[in-house]
């Protein structure tokens, strides 16, 4: 059975860097587009950035790009999202997903999730 699991989120100042990664085990994900979401209380789970199975194709949310860079080791079966320049807005709980298919980078598009990994960004 398929399980993501979420690591590397934390207590963060403004300014500062973390660096998510997503473990898949029990599947091998080398031909699934993976993507990192993020969720805070009230709101609707939104994309943040997605990644095709090669590598080779990426998107970002307009409020992450120049920030965020989202890259995949496959031998590790693992994707990552790393965060620069954070602020207080980039506070959610990340998710991380896998679809077989790299279309839009939205929730609904994505089938297999992780538990999520807490991301806050303070002072």
């Known amino acids: 059975q398929l399980q993501l699991v979420e690591s590397g989120g934390g207590l963060v100042q403004p300014g500062g860097s973390l660096r998510l990664s997503c473990a898949a085990s029990?599947?091998?994900?080398?031909?699934?587009?993976r993507g990192w979401f993020r969720q805070v209380p009230g709101k609707e789970r939104e994309g943040v950035s997605c990644?095709?199975?090669?590598?080779?194709?990426?998107n970002y949310a307009d409020s992450v790009k120049g920030r965020f860079t989202i890259f995949r080791d496959n031998a590790k079966n693992t994707v990552y999202l790393q965060m620069n320049s954070l602020k207080p807005e980039d506070t959610a709980v990340y998710y991380c997903?896998?679809?077989?298919?790299?279309?839009?980078?939205?929730?609904?598009?994505?089938?297999?999730w992780g538990q999520g990994t807490q991301v806050t960004v303070s002072s």
């Open positions: 029990g599947f091998t994900l080398d031909y699934y587009a």
């Open positions: 990644i095709s199975s090669s590598g080779g194709s990426t």
């Open positions: 997903a896998a679809e077989r298919l790299f279309r839009l980078c939205v929730p609904k598009k994505y089938n297999y």
